[in-house]
């Protein structure tokens, strides 16, 4: 069974331009989730989906970040314009239901000078 | 608010031996979930152990087990037999909801 697989892997942008992230979850698994993961901490929800519909998006900066769950499958988490405190590591995880323990993917490492 | 601290940011085992992390959490929930999290440099986060908070029974997962103690709110992790492939961040996660609160990680490091 293929994981939850995530790109880019790494991504370097210059301040203010755009960038996007790729998820796709493993097949069946109806809840997707996206956190951020700053140098030395642990993960932080940015939003959950179930099936297409954002449930938890309390976290997610709306000024700038958008994400997308078209079909309920494959997933896109935008930051337009990047600013430099964006620099983290975006993973995507999911889950069949609700048990919180989703299957992470490797995540993007965002880089923005 | 929920939060979880782990005051040990860096430890180191000899392989073979056996190391504990430490984890302490704070939630007002009667019903949640511990988790611990294993990151190695490939940046996944692959879950090692679970412990419904309900059960009194300490999780165990072959070399993994963890001291639960409910009462004080506490949640250590004990890897015995250490191996070289255990080297990484572990993170200790609690989740009462639909999502889960990470603390911010003990690196564990391995020697031969």
């Known amino acids: 069974e293929a994981g939850v697989v995530q790109s880019p892997r790494y991504k370097i942008i210059e301040k203010k331009q755009p960038v996007a992230f790729w998820c796709n979850p493993i097949?069946?698994?109806?809840?997707l989730y996206w956190y951020r993961q700053n140098l030395g901490q642990g993960p932080e929800l940015l939003i959950r989906?179930?099936?297409?519909?954002?449930?938890?998006d309390s976290q997610l900066p709306k000024d700038r970040f958008s994400a997308e769950r078209l079909k309920g499958v494959d997933s896109t988490l935008k930051i337009q314009p990047a600013e430099l405190g964006d620099s983290a590591v975006y993973l995507c995880?999911?889950?069949?239901?609700?048990?919180?323990?989703?299957?992470f993917g490797s995540g993007t490492r965002l880089t923005v000078v | 608010a929920q939060t979880v601290t782990q005051s040990q940011p860096e430890m180191s085992v000899q392989e073979a031996e056996t190391v504990t992390l430490s984890c302490t959490y704070d939630?007002?929930?009667?019903?949640?979930?511990l988790f611990w999290y294993k990151q190695p440099p490939s940046r996944q986060m692959i879950l090692v152990i679970r412990?419904?908070?309900?059960?009194?029974q300490n999780a165990t997962e072959n070399r993994f087990s963890v001291n639960f103690q409910k009462a004080a709110k506490s949640f250590s992790l004990k890897i015995s037999d250490s191996q070289l492939g255990d080297t990484a961040m572990y993170f200790c996660?609690?989740?009462?909801?639909?999502?889960?609160?990470f603390g911010k990680g003990t690196s564990l490091l391995v020697t031969p």
């Open positions: 995880a999911s889950s069949f239901g609700i048990t919180m323990a989703g299957t």
């Open positions: 996660a609690m989740g009462s909801g639909y999502a889960l609160n």
């Open positions: 939630t007002s929930e009667n019903n949640y979930y």
């Open positions: 412990q419904e908070a309900y059960k009194q």
């Open positions: 989906y179930e099936n297409e519909e954002a449930v938890d």
């Open positions: 097949s069946g698994h109806n809840t």
